[in-house]
Every structure is written in C-alpha cells, then in structure tokens.
C-alpha cells in the first residue's frame, strides 16, 4: 500500500459516519418542514409550474421536491388537483436514503485517496496531522528525492442538484515557508 494511502485510509469511517450524521439531519429537517404545514406536500415542496419563475428559482424548487419526494409517501394513493396532497415519512425511504449516502461516501473516499496519490506523485513516507473529517489536515509526504511537501485538505459535504449527499476534499499544496 502507497505510503498516502496508509496516513489517509483510517478518517474513511469518520468520513462516513459524518456523511450518515448529515443525511439523517436532512431527512428530519424535511419532516420539521413538513410539519409547518401538516404534512401536504403542496405547501411545504410543490412540483414547481415553470411560468413565473426563472431557471434558478424553477431548478431550486424541483430540486427540494425531488429531495422531499424521495422521503415520503402518500397517505392517500390518488388525490386530486386542487385538493391537499397529505403525505408521512417513510422510514424505508429515509433508512435507503441514509444509507445511500453512506455508500457514496466510501466510493468518494476511496476516490479521494487515488485522486491525492495520482495528484502528489511517488512518496517513500507520508504523515497526517489532525483531521479532515472535522475541521483540516496537513498530509506531510517525503519524495523520493528527499524533499518534503506539505498538503492541506478540507473536508467538504454537499447536496447535488438530484437530492444526493457527497463529499468533496479540496486539497492544495502549500508553499514553503522560510
């Protein structure tokens, strides 16, 4: 194993776990939401009507009832237009949806870590400090020259357009200081 896998690979369950806390904060954030207006999903993330809004507002708004969507079900199997659309968390959905995102979150992990092995090069030894799960990291690695590099890497999680938590690492070598 790589000297930057080995350093690296050990915050891969924080990672996930991190992941797993931000999507059960969203599914109960959506249930909070709902709540406001008992449950009818007309209020709370109706399908949005194209006319009168422009792409922003129109792709934020499908956005949220596609997310909401994916958590809940009807309470009433058809419902008509001008009538409200009740609906209730459904908890195999929010478990699918949590559990989705564990599993992005060890793909994008493991992506992460061949990503920074392919973006550093070839190392003989490497060294973390702190952790880039919760606030940042300084990933130390030895060339194989000698020299010394130091990178910095920051935990980042998103929310994709389609409703899907993931994680991203921006990391950036930082300069020598004298």
């Known amino acids: 194993m790589n000297p930057i896998e080995k350093a690296v690979l050990p915050l891969r369950q924080e990672a996930i776990k991190r992941t797993e806390q931000y999507a059960i904060n969203i599914a109960k954030n959506v249930e909070k939401?709902?709540?406001?207006?008992n449950f009818d999903m007309k209020k709370s993330a109706p399908y949005p009507q194209s006319y009168g809004m422009n792409r922003i507002e129109y792709m934020s708004a499908l956005r949220k009832y596609k997310l909401f969507s994916s958590l809940v079900r009807s309470v009433k199997p058809v419902y008509r237009m001008n009538e409200p659309h009740y609906v209730e968390m459904d908890s195999v959905r929010v478990k699918r949806f949590i559990e989705q995102a564990k599993s992005d979150a060890s793909r994008?992990?493991?992506s992460f870590v061949r990503k920074?092995?392919?973006?550093i090069g070839e190392t003989i030894d490497a060294r973390l400090e702190g952790n880039h799960v919760w606030s940042y990291s300084l990933l130390t690695v030895v060339k194989p020259n000698g020299s010394m590099e130091v990178w910095k890497t920051q935990m980042i999680v998103n929310i994709s357009k389609l409703g899907l938590v993931f994680n991203q690492w921006p990391t950036r070598k930082l300069k020598k200081t004298k």
């Open 33 to 37: 939401e709902l709540s406001y207006s």
């Open 108 to 110: 994008q992990y493991d």
């Open 116 to 119: 920074l092995v392919s973006k």
